[in-house]
């Protein structure tokens, strides 16, 4: 999932600040980012119009609000289909999306459930109209089945997320947080340190 358009999508959700929105991110998304590259891509948002500069608050936190540049990237971010990638990017984005308020949650999944259909389509059409015929052949014979069964597995977890969005379309969703986020590392379990 690309950290920049998850940022855009929460910030369409109100100002937030540097750490705020790392939280926000580990909140919706379940997974961490480093409060370095938020900031680094708050710059760059910045650079590229979507994003600007709301001023600071008493304690010193800068609050980044979307433009309307930024919003519309938001919004073709999620209803556009992702390339199915490694380490969990597209479960990350449907996560985040289904705890946004206002966004549809269901036509989301159903864009990229759409985007797997037809890359099952194309990888089964391969592999009934052709055979391995020679050394060169069963490589791609070998790597259709994958992107076969790749297609298959997107398609049954995306139908089971849709499930899990359609039992509860109002209670899924959540604002931002107004609870301060805790500088520094997050918690990564409920370890205790030794005594003596």
Known sequence: MSVRHALLAILDQGPCYGYQLRAEYSRRAGASVNVGQIYTTLERLERDGFVGNRGADERGHVYWGITDAGRALAARWVAEPDEP???????????????????DAAAAIAVQRDAAAQRLADAESVLIDSGPSSDGEVSAVILRAAESAQARAEIEWLDAAAAAVAEDPTGRTFPLSVERPRRGRPRTGSATLPTG
């Open 85 to 103: 990638g490694g380490r969990g990017e597209l479960a990350r984005k449907i996560a985040l999306v289904a705890t946004l308020p206002g966004v």
